[in-house]
């Protein structure tokens, strides 16, 4: 068996696995990892996981150490050099008249490399821009055009929730979210209620979605007709995790019941449940 970790690559890089090897290491330590480039810095982001011997190890780079005070120094340096670099981008930027936003600057730990993102409606031609930058700052220079969820995810923030964004803190990729996902969860489809810092669909909406679409099915359409004890009626509501409908009964009646309690309803009116032994599939609606 061998250990491994979570660590993101400098601050706005991506999360990857390393070999710890006999580097003791715990969640939120900094340390000095092993690139295709040379040697990088970077936090752990997880507990340290043991993974068995009989799988394939993949092309996991090695943890190199714990970062040292001395490598703490040079990554405090490395980040200040990184805001006078970001200051002399955008006086370039205006130069060669460049419709872009600089978002995020970030040298390499061992400063052989300079990495600005960005962002802008198109393709930018930056390749006089990558020129200049190259002349003055005497390093490999490497411009990457972002989208706005990538920017959140490098300047952070609160969500709705009152907690640190999920993109800035444990996402390691970015999942496809859809407004279906909102519909399954009875969501109001108001943009300010469903969107993130980023403007996208809420990342979150992915989270519970299969519970939902498990819950759903077996449930009655609203306004099919059901027979329940009182008498036939119309399903105005549904509570899909109390597994609950509001039956309007006419007159000004409704009730709120059980489905198990509803009784000769249409199967046509209802979703269907899926009875494979292999588990649920999606059905479409």
Request: glycine content about 8%; overall charge positive; proline content about 4%.
């Amino acid at each position: 068996m061998y250990r491994v970790v979570q660590v993101r690559i400098r601050e706005a890089g991506r999360i990857h696995y390393f070999k710890t090897g006999d580097v003791s290491l715990e969640a939120g330590d900094h340390c000095i990892v092993e690139t295709d480039r040379g040697c990088d810095y970077g936090e752990v982001v997880s507990e340290p996981e043991m993974v068995l011997d009989a799988e394939p190890e993949r092309t996991l780079k090695k943890v190199l150490r714990r970062a040292s005070s001395g490598d703490e120094e040079q990554i405090s340096r490395n980040k200040e050099e990184a805001k006078k670099a970001s200051d002399k981008c955008i006086e370039k930027i205006a130069a060669h008249n460049l419709v872009m936003k600089l978002i995020y600057v970030e040298y390499s730990f061992d400063r052989h490399k300079l990495i600005f993102y960005f962002s802008a409606e198109g393709r930018i031609d930056f390749r006089e821009l990558v020129k200049d930058l190259a002349a003055v700052f005497k390093a490999r220079i490497e411009l990457r055009q972002i989208g706005v969820r990538d920017e959140a995810k490098i300047l952070g923030g609160i969500g709705c929730c009152g907690r640190p964004l999920c993109c800035a803190s444990f996402l390691r990729e970015f999942v496809p979210v859809n407004i279906k996902m909102a519909k399954n969860q009875r969501l109001p489809l108001n943009p300010d209620k469903i969107s993130g810092v980023c403007g996208r669909l809420l990342c979150c909406l992915k989270y519970e979605n299969e519970t939902y679409k498990k819950y759903k099915k077996g449930m009655p359409v609203e306004g099919s007709k059901v027979t329940t004890k009182q008498g036939e009626g119309v399903v105005k509501d549904i509570n899909i995790l109390k597994q609950t409908v509001v039956v309007d009964l006419g007159e000004g009646r409704t009730v709120n019941l059980p489905v198990k309690e509803l009784i000769g309803e249409l199967k046509k009116n209802f979703r269907k449940k899926d009875k494979s032994p292999s588990g649920p599939k999606e059905t479409q609606e």
